[in-house]
């Protein structure tokens, strides 16, 4: 996911693995009102009223869109957890649960499912949320007229990949409502993992009547129809976003906060103000960040802990655009910069160089972690093999000298400090000029995505505890999450050829294969470091954590 921060067809078909399980940045929290005093005003003998829990938080940034079809990003889909339910939802060890589904059927083979839906579920508007919703959704997000970015976590539906691509019809999808409250999925390959996939947002419902009024209705609070835990009562843009707990939740006896404020600070400084003045709850895992110059004093004082995350920190390099469509110059760049000076003068919260893609955390197979197995010791930082290969790369491109070159950035204290010094070192090893430029998060995104830059900073936090969603993910050159456009027919086949592996193991070799293929020998992306996250919490705080992958999970947070 992107973090701060998406994939192709029939990627996740190779997660042959059943523990492997999807995480999802987790969600928003609401309270119960006080309960009210005696109607006779007599309140002898009675508990007093609690009084109600607040919980407040900050994002950096506006979320892109709250529509699930459209979601890509981490701060979207903090508020969303909090606004919609699925069939299934992670619990914080990242374990699916049943939600809306009652009952999940596999047939022998694993490739149908007969999903029953409980009958007390409710959309904000009153309506009942039913299996056809879900076909509704299913397809609205596989329709190429949706462009939805995540269509392919879809693709395991039979025909899916085909009707997102234009070659079948919706009829043909492999979803359908038996009745008001029965679902029939039809997979055209096993996934035993597939309850984890229905807590993904890409399978939330939506309602059918609201969308089909208008294309921007989950655009502001007044028009959104959802039907989670909370109901999204103002959307104050580039201010803030208050959501309150949805009294028609079916489940809203686990539901303790009665309001969550979330408050839209870019800057770090001024959200550690607000901690500091006791008018935020908590700092970290995608909601908020602790300023890089108080990182460290802060975990040495035991004020923050910090914790590693599946998660990667690295810059896209754009290979179709000259010079770095030259992987002499690519590699250059790469090896050019010092990651542990970086991370001890600059990020300051005990992150781990990267030298590829997949985190360390990242399990692989025969129970054990992937880097275990398959080390990223791909290349190494050399300045003078550095100098020698940006010399021959932009020769070949028939360049005497570096031309004028950008890095491109999100809007972030953190984001632009790492880069100044990046920067800084390019200028000083190989004594090239690169000049810096920031967009707010939603634009940054859009740009990056039309590939209008030249080098950009990327994040990747896990969706799923495997490497295929470190791998195919961002290096198959027909996922929507590559927007560097790296493209090597071999990394390709490995990756294609991974989703239909004899054996787990054999899955696992072929995307390493891939990664080594793509950092070792043609640096489509240039690692910085495996992030950890660093989080502050107020104290009477409880149940609100950081998952394995740097994603806030408070859905079912409390307060004392």
């Known amino acids: 996911m992107k973090g701060s921060f998406k994939k192709p067809a029939q990627f996740m078909l190779v997660l042959i693995v059943a523990f492997s399980m999807l995480l999802t940045a987790c969600t928003s929290n609401n309270n119960k009102a006080a309960n009210p005093g005696n109607k006779d005003g007599n309140n002898a003998g009675s508990e007093t009223p609690a009084a109600p829990q607040e919980f407040r938080f900050t994002l950096a940034s506006e979320p892109p869109s709250l529509d699930p079809a459209l979601m890509t990003d981490a701060q979207s889909s903090i508020v969303a957890a909090g606004l919609y339910e699925g069939l299934t939802r992670l619990n914080t060890k990242g374990e699916p649960e049943n939600a809306i589904a009652k009952e999940l059927t596999a047939s022998e083979d694993g490739k149908t499912y007969t999903i029953k839906l409980r009958d007390d579920v409710k959309w904000s508007n009153g309506d009942p949320v039913t299996a056809n919703d879900f076909e509704y959704a299913w397809k609205r997000s596989l329709n190429p007229e949706t462009a939805s970015e995540y269509a392919y976590m879809l693709f395991y539906l039979e025909n899916g990949e085909k009707y997102n691509a234009g070659e079948a019809t919706a009829d043909d999808v492999g979803v359908k409502a038996l009745d008001e409250y029965t679902l029939e999925v039809k997979l055209y390959t096993p996934a035993p993992y597939f309850p984890s996939l229905l807590a993904h947002y890409t399978y939330l419902p939506v309602h059918p009547a609201t969308v089909d009024a208008a294309a921007d209705w989950a655009a502001e609070a007044a028009t959104i129809v959802s039907n989670g835990p909370f109901l999204l009562k103002q959307w104050a843009h580039a201010d803030k976003l208050v959501l309150e707990k949805n009294p028609d939740y079916y489940n809203k006896d686990a539901i303790n906060f009665d309001k969550v404020t979330i408050s839209l600070v870019e800057d770090e400084n001024t959200v550690y103000q607000l901690f500091e003045t006791n008018k935020i709850d908590w700092i970290g ?149 690169v000049k810096l430029a920031n967009q707010e998060w939603g634009t940054f995104l859009e740009t990056r995505k039309a590939g209008q830059f030249d080098i950009a900073r990327s994040g990747w936090g896990a969706d799923i505890n495997h490497p295929i969603n470190f791998t195919y993910d961002l290096i198959h050159p027909k996922s929507g999450n590559n927007d560097g456009r790296y493209n090597n027919p071999k990394v390709q086949e490995l990756l294609d050829g991974s989703l239909v592996a004899e054996t787990p193991e054999k899955t696992i070799e072929m995307l390493a294969e891939a990664e080594k293929i793509a950092i070792q020998d043609d640096m489509a992306v240039l690692p910085a470091y495996y992030y950890t996250t660093v989080t502050m919490v107020k104290p009477g705080i409880e149940n609100v954590v950081s998952d394995y992958a740097g994603h806030i999970d408070w859905v079912f947070g409390s307060k004392k």
């Open 285 to 433: 895992a995608q909601a908020g960040s602790v300023p890089t110059d108080l990182t460290k004093q802060l975990i040495e004082e035991k004020k923050a802990e910090v914790t590693s995350v599946a998660s990667t920190y690295y810059y896209l390099f754009n290979n179709e655009k000259a010079p770095f469509s030259n992987v002499k110059v690519r590699k250059a760049f790469s090896m050019a910069i010092d990651r542990q000076s970086l991370i001890d003068n600059v990020a300051q919260a005990n992150q781990q160089p990267a030298f590829g893609l997949v985190p360390p955390s990242i399990t692989g197979a025969g129970g054990k972690l992937f880097r275990e197995t398959y080390p990223d010791t791909f290349f190494t930082e050399n300045v003078e093999e550095a100098k020698k290969l940006l010399a021959e790369g932009l020769a070949e491109e028939g360049m005497k000298t570096l031309p004028e070159v950008t890095l491109l950035y999100n809007t972030s204290e953190g984001h632009k400090k790492l880069a100044e010094a990046v920067v800084d070192m390019w200028r000083k090893t190989l004594g090239v000029e």
